[in-house]
């Protein structure tokens, strides 16, 4: 009997001893699950900020496009306005009167 204690002996050292090394490989998984979690927050929030960083430029981008095209539309204007201030007060009246005749020439 005494080699079947013995060999019961060292199966329940050794169940010890197997349940210790899984309650520390457990403990080192959550550990490194941990890691994980915050590793890829981390990098989340790195990504966000490159993100938002990246979505500032595009609207500070589009911001500088619109002011230029507006500044184009102004320049434009003031072009063509220009062209029409050597016209005098009798020579717009009179296209105007010219058109009206012609829009009620092609109503009737």
């Keep these: 009997m005494s080699d079947a204690q013995g060999g019961l002996s060292l199966l329940v050292e050794t169940e010890r ?3 210790e090394e899984l309650a520390a490989a457990r403990a080192q998984a959550e550990g490194l699950r941990a890691d994980a979690r915050a590793a890829a927050s981390a990098i989340e ?5 490159e993100v938002a960083a990246a ?3 595009v ?12 500044a184009a539309i102004a ?9 029409y201030r050597g016209i005098g007060d009798e020579r717009v009246i009179a296209i105007a009167r010219g058109l ?4 009620a020439s092609a109503d009737g």
Excluded at 45 to 49: F, G, I, K, P, S
Excluded at 59 to 70: I, K, S, W, Y
């Design 17 to 19: 001893r197997l349940d």
């Design 45 to 49: 929030r790195q990504l966000d900020a």
């Design 75 to 83: 320049d434009e204007a003031r072009r063509e306005t220009e062209g």
């Design 59 to 70: 609207r500070d981008e589009v911001a500088l496009e619109r002011e230029q095209r507006l």
């Design 55 to 57: 979505m500032q430029v």
């Design 100 to 103: 009206v005749s012609r829009l």
